[in-house]
């Protein structure tokens, strides 16, 4: 007698065309060797600094979504269950204690892998099953301690998947990726923006300032308008509206410099609604 696992999992295998066919399995060795990781980031002056925020912004463009994803989540009746996703790799990445860096990293795969696969009929424990691989690579990405499988399934998930199972789905992810795992998302900025205020700024104002955008990074996650723009455009305006809210005596001087290091099309005229997060 079958298992439940074992029939998802035979569901699975019936997708697995569809799951293995997209364009980035065509991507160049060109694309492949900018996947470094964004650790090596590391400044210790301005033009250094300025040097890591153009290679981020370069590499942004090779994982970035496809066009009207949000119309794609939306008619397909995803948006719901890309939310509770969403709030279960948030909430699983606190108890498990992972950085803030897994978070974002999970998210882009998942949000990278259901805009490559529009024609598929998802269900429920296919997007469980590809939240859980997707936090599992972004762990192994960034950690260094990574614990069982069956700890990632510990809360908050209606179905339970055999490790061999989420496995075969990481690879599977991995494959639709094009392998291209070390992203550049909204928090690859963080620190690229907020560098230069360490000299600028008292260390409890700096460190507040920091917290701020990270959480306001965080909360639009859950929200797929944000999805819609380029990384570096969000986390300028998280950046903005967080100088804006801590620093109001002082925005406009923070605000300039912000010209400089960004073309003019990726500034964002106003906060996108961060202000009332």
């Known amino acids: 007698?079958?298992?439940k696992s074992q029939e998802m999992e035979n569901s699975l295998l019936c997708e697995e065309k569809l799951l293995f066919t997209s364009p980035s399995q065509t991507c160049c060795y060109r694309e492949?060797?900018?996947?470094?990781p964004n650790s090596w980031f590391y400044y210790t002056t301005r033009e250094e600094r300025d040097k890591a925020l153009e290679v981020c912004l370069n590499k942004e463009n090779y994982y970035l979504l496809g066009a009207s994803y949000v119309d794609h989540l939306q008619s397909s009746d995803l948006v719901d269950a890309r939310l509770r996703a969403i709030g279960w790799?948030?909430?699983t990445h606190y108890r498990l204690n992972f950085s803030l860096g897994v978070?974002?990293?999970a998210v882009n795969f998942l949000d990278r892998f259901i805009s490559l696969n529009r024609s598929k009929k998802w269900k429920y424990w296919m997007i469980e099953l590809l939240s859980v691989a997707c936090l599992s690579i972004a762990a192994k990405s960034n950690e260094v301690f990574i614990p069982p499988l069956i700890e990632f399934q510990m809360e908050d998930l209606d179905?339970?998947?055999h490790p061999c199972m989420i496995q075969r789905m990481e690879l599977t992810l991995m494959m639709a990726l094009g392998w291209r795992l070390s992203c550049v998302t909204p928090y690859s900025y963080v620190d690229l923006l907020t560098w230069h205020l360490d000299s600028l700024l008292p260390q409890p104002l700096h460190v507040a300032l920091t917290a701020r955008m990270k959480e306001l990074l965080l909360s639009a996650l859950s929200d797929p308008k944000f999805s819609e723009?380029?990384?570096c455009t969000v986390a300028v305006s998280a950046f903005r509206c967080s100088?804006?809210?801590l620093l109001p005596s002082r925005s406009n001087t923070h605000l300039f410099d912000l010209g400089n290091l960004f073309p003019f099309e990726y500034m964002p005229r106003y906060s996108y609604g961060f202000g009332t997060t």
């Open 243 to 245: 100088v804006e809210e």
């Open 103 to 105: 978070v974002f990293e």
């Open 32 to 36: 492949r060797f900018l996947d470094v």
């Open 1 to 3: 007698m079958r298992t």
């Open 229 to 231: 723009f380029r990384p």
């Open 159 to 161: 179905h339970s998947f």
């Open 89 to 91: 790799i948030i909430k």
